[in-house]
């Protein structure tokens, strides 16, 4: 039976993976392009001339329609309703249709302003809310999917390895999106005896051939050359994800004829009380909330941080905030391991937590300007990211039935987008009061981010003491023996 197979499992979620890799390129390929961005309009023919402001309400607008017109949690309920197949292929179909948008507002000018935004900036915040409301319901069905096939298995592995190549996917975004956009063939890595490295080797020809694509029609350099590529991963993420869909339909089939059992209890609206009235979900949430506010936003800014404080060269500052998702490639199957096999969930959020704190303080401090204390911060924020999203995910599961699974994912997810929208609006204003003669001050906005990491101390310690006061089980480990 494919339930019981190591094969078929490990495969399932290499398919899903795969998707949620390509989405993750997606959510950061205009990340270290903020240069380009703000660029005065039509320099070097790429620069669109964005300000600070333009750029953070852009990146904060991925989670504008999960935030306020609660599609999130709506995607949610219809996943714990309706099922994984129908969920992932109408995520999946959003995310592909916001890229498309996404691509024409930034290959085309557009005329006037609505909100005080020029136009360009609005349709393309249009079409990254599309993508947003799909790539989060995306992810919480994927969350469900490695649930349903690795409970009393390997699950906090799995979790991480998802979560392993959803990073391969935000590093080759921060490092390959720029020279994608001016046309700059990357060299391949010499030695190409580890998996990571022939992974990545296969984004380098990706990306390369993309650019002989280009060169052979002609088309120009800029900001919607790697939109169009992401857009065009994500494709193969949705046809990747209906080649799952076969595999979890057998699944289920198989399940369903060999047990004489009552079938399971399904969703109902009277249980969401087991999820609100949960006080250690709640703060599972907050920290969800208060260290990816942290973590993401970060990123969306940390390209030009490296130009601005630290004097790195822009051809290659992406290069650094690539770190981090290289690091937790490794990291957080590593810490996942250790929670299936020894426990120690809580503890494990605890430390990342203080980690993250830690760096943005280092970050925020205006005379530390060294290039090797800048790559530094950023592995040790690498070692936090795999610390606590390896505890955190495979958590929720102690916490709440499966039949609510996919719902109480979406209410974190929800909340999480809440910070993912508003906190770049903030740093954008922030950054563009704090700029003077294009130079910005970045003192102010990694204080607002080492803020978020003190919240997340207080609210793990929490969640331990919960854990010990309830027995959850998140000090526990996952692997039934």
């Known amino acids: 039976m494919l339930s019981e197979s190591k094969a078929a499992r490990w495969t399932a979620l290499i398919i899903v993976s795969f998707t949620m890799m390509f989405a993750y390129f997606f959510t950061d390929v205009m990340s270290p392009l903020e240069p380009m961005l703000t660029a005065a309009k039509g320099a070097d023919g790429v620069g669109l001339g964005w300000s600070a402001d333009d750029y953070g309400f852009f990146s904060g607008s991925y989670g504008f329609f999960n935030v306020f017109l609660l599609m999130l949690f709506f995607g949610g309920i219809i996943l714990d ?152 991963l994500l494709c193969a993420g949705l046809i990747s994800y209906l080649v799952y869909c076969v595999m979890d339909k057998k699944f289920d089939k198989e399940k369903a004829s060999a047990t004489s059992a009552e079938p399971e209890e399904g969703f109902r609206f009277a249980d969401l009380k087991l999820i609100f009235a949960n006080k250690g ?64 969930g809580a503890t494990l959020m605890v430390i990342g ?55 109480a994912y979406a209410v974190i997810f929800y909340i999480q987008n809440i910070g993912l929208s508003m906190v770049p609006i903030l740093i954008g204003k922030v950054n563009q009061a704090n700029t003077t003669n294009d130079v910005t001050d970045y003192t102010t906005s990694m204080a607002i981010f080492a803020v978020c990491g003190i919240i997340s101390i207080v609210i793990a310690i929490m969640l331990k003491m919960e854990d010990k006061k309830k027995g959850y089980g998140l000090e526990q480990a996952n692997i039934k023996k």
């Open 353 to 407: 937590s203080i980690i993250l704190t830690v760096v943005h303080c280092i970050f925020a401090i205006p005379g530390i300007t060294a290039v090797a204390v800048a790559i530094a911060a950023m592995i040790l924020l690498g070692i936090a990211f795999g610390l606590v999203p390896s505890a955190m995910w495979p958590s929720v599961p102690k916490i709440i039935p499966m039949q609510l699974l996919g719902t």
């Open 281 to 344: 979900f709640w703060l599972i949430t907050l920290l969800c909330l208060m260290f990816y506010a942290g973590v993401f936003p970060f990123l969306k800014f940390a390209t030009k941080l490296m130009v601005t404080k630290y004097g790195i060269d822009p051809e290659v500052a992406g290069l650094i905030p690539a770190m981090l998702p290289f690091g937790t490639i490794f990291l957080t199957p590593f810490f996942g391991s250790i929670y299936d096999r020894y426990g120690k």
């Open 81 to 232: 309703k309706f099922g994984i197949r129908l969920t992932g292929i109408m995520a999946t179909g959003l995310m592909f249709g916001g890229a498309l948008i996404k691509w024409y507002a930034v290959g085309n000018d557009f005329e006037g302003e609505m909100f005080g935004y020029p136009m360009q900036v609005i349709i393309a915040c249009l079409g990254f809310a599309i993508y947003g409301v799909g790539c989060e319901i995306a992810g919480i069905t994927v969350s469900k999917v490695i649930v349903k096939w690795f409970t009393g298995h390997e699950l906090a592995l799995a979790m991480g390895i998802q979560v392993a190549l959803a990073r391969i996917g935000t590093a080759a975004a921060l490092s390959l999106s720029l020279p994608l956009a001016l046309g700059v063939h990357i060299p391949y890595f010499s030695s190409s005896s580890g998996i990571i490295n022939k992974i990545y080797n296969i984004w380098i020809f990706l990306v390369n051939t993309a650019i002989d694509i280009k060169d052979f029609f002609g088309i120009s350099d800029g900001v919607h050359v790697p939109v169009c590529f992401g857009a065009s």
